[in-house]
């Protein structure tokens, strides 16, 4: 039974385009993460949804947009891509909302060209 | 600013051979410090959770230490399939927000 799982797991496509990421976890958790992790390895948190409630928003360009339809989904729409968003993005759960023992789907891999 | 620095980048290890991970942090209330592991092509898996200075937990060959700057992850006589990059993260105050440091690749050879 896969605990975090994300849609696309590879995505290419060229500047300017329009894409979206799928997130869904089947733990029970009530917490939902979006990371972006980018070539030197820095894991950095963009967004965090409790109970459909946004509660972390970085700074991160208004281009992406999160959406969270009930507490087992989390997706990401990223509008105009820009070649720096060149990127693996993870999505990841935990039971709470201070964001202890988290767990990591196995990210998509975006590459913008 | 918050912020989590760990050394070395990166490490090579004979098998059998003991070393430890550093992790420093500079966090105003530490809340949480985590290790997490992260195998190339997949997402972090979580190891531990450290709470308070002078905490250990441990897990087969693995050890984590906190003290109040800074986290060690001692391997003891670890195997070539402990090869993999051990991230170390704080939990920021107001507890929402978890901060990962850079990890440390670590390759251990038969």
């Known amino acids: 039974d896969t605990a975090v799982s994300q849609t696309p797991k590879y995505l290419v496509t060229q500047m300017g385009n329009d894409k979206s990421i799928k997130c869904e976890q089947n733990l029970g958790h009530d917490t939902m993460y979006w990371y972006k992790q980018d070539s030197k390895k820095f894991l950095k948190i963009m967004f965090s949804y409790n109970n459909k409630e946004l509660i972390i928003n970085e700074t991160v360009p208004n281009r992406f947009s999160p959406k969270s339809p009930d507490k087992a989904h989390l997706n990401l729409h990223i509008n105009s891509l820009e070649l720096g968003d060149s990127a693996v993005y993870f999505c990841a759960s935990s039971q709470g909302r201070t964001a202890y023992e988290q767990y990591f789907g196995p990210g998509t891999r975006l590459t913008v060209t | 600013e918050d912020q989590v620095t760990q050394s070395p980048e990166a490490l090579r290890l004979q098998e059998g051979e003991s070393s430890s991970l550093n992790c420093s942090y500079t966090?105003?209330?530490?809340?949480?410090l985590f290790w997490y592991r992260q195998d190339p092509g997949k997402g972090p898996e979580f190891l531990f959770t450290l709470y308070s200075a002078g905490e250990e937990k441990e897990k087969e060959r693995l050890k984590a230490t906190l003290t109040k700057k800074e986290s060690f992850l001692h391997i003891t006589a670890p195997k070539p399939e402990d090869s993999a990059t051990y991230l170390c993260?704080?939990?920021?105050?107001?507890?929402?927000?978890?901060?990962f440091g850079a990890g440390t690749r670590l390759f251990v050879k038969a």
């Open positions: 993260a704080v939990q920021a105050p107001g507890g929402f927000k978890t901060i």
């Open positions: 966090v105003s209330g530490l809340r949480g």
